[in-house]
């Protein structure tokens, strides 16, 4: 899905409503610029994993990974999370509301849910499956009273920063098709597929990526495979071997060298280290 709407001149798309049960790790992944993923545990448990550090995760959780925020999801297999989640991007004019602009100041937030926030995650989500008249225009606005919201938790009592960023984009819906390629196969996705994707040449894609990313894509392939290769590591069924395929590498011995450059350890000793962690706990 995608809905494009405007609130004073500035321009929101929202790309997915979704509702499910998290039963397996979500891998360390990140959001293109301008893009809000805004999470709310509805049931069971699990851990977030982030650059600002580690929180755990329970029935009425809140929490928005913006752009470049590195994040991943663990949820406890005896009781895993159920979440309800938005994506959209915000792209603001000079003349923007002033809540976009508060809203927009913070990459990374966590708290608790209240009962408006809540009210509004399900009531997107029942329009989202219906086939009503004038659909999007109610998502629109439910989307609209949820930045809202979200920007009275963030400041409660209506202190701002002094200086908000501001910022344009014009490749909304084509750097939304690299994050969802990167987080679904990155160790096949090449630079190729995601121009042939995005409908321009590779050398166009490259630069949009180090537009929007800051980054090269054989370095966010990279950083991908890595965060990956962890992940299944950390499952106790699978081999050092197994994991260098699934992540794309074709010698053991490369991945395994790749692998200890990135975390300073080997696989064989990184999933030790988990085992022993898990033991302890």
């Not at 509805?42 to 928005?64: M, P, Q």
């Not at 984009?169 to 990167?182: A, F, K, M, T």
Request: charged content about 25%; proline content about 3%.
């Amino acid at each position: 899905m995608a809905i494009t709407f405007y609130y004073n001149e500035g321009k929101v798309q929202i790309f997915k409503i979704y509702s499910g049960t998290i039963d397996e790790t979500v891998m360390m992944h990140a959001h293109t610029k301008n893009g809000y993923e805004l999470h709310l545990i509805d049931g069971g448990n699990g851990i977030l994993d982030t650059e600002y550090g580690r929180y755990d995760l329970s029935k009425n959780s809140l929490y928005v990974t913006g752009p470049n925020v590195l994040h991943k999801q663990t949820p406890d297999f005896k009781n895993p999370m159920h979440e309800l989640c938005v994506y959209f991007k915000i792209s603001k004019s000079q003349k923007s509301d002033k809540v976009f602009e508060l809203f927009t100041s913070k990459p990374f937030w966590i708290g608790k849910s209240n009962a408006a926030i809540r009210h509004i995650f399900k009531t997107m989500l029942e329009e989202n499956t219906s086939d009503e008249f004038l659909k999007e225009n109610i998502l629109s606005s439910l989307a609209i009273r949820l930045i809202v919201e979200m920007t009275r938790l963030y400041y409660p009592a209506e202190r701002a920063p002094a200086d908000l960023m501001t910022s344009s984009d014009l490749n909304e819906n084509r750097s939304w098709i690299l994050d969802q390629l990167l987080l679904e196969d990155c160790s096949k996705v090449t630079l190729s597929d995601f121009a042939k994707n995005m409908g321009v040449s590779p050398r166009q894609a490259e630069r949009i990526i180090m537009e929007y990313y800051g980054s090269s894509f054989k370095k966010l392939r990279y950083e991908a495979k890595m965060a990956m290769a962890a992940t299944l590591l950390e499952q106790e069924n699978i081999s050092v071997e197994e994991c260098a395929i699934r992540c794309g590498y074709t010698s053991a011995s490369a991945f395994i060298n790749t692998f200890k450059k990135k975390y300073s350890v080997t696989p064989k000793a990184y999933k030790q280290l988990i085992k022993t962690t898990r033991q302890r706990n």
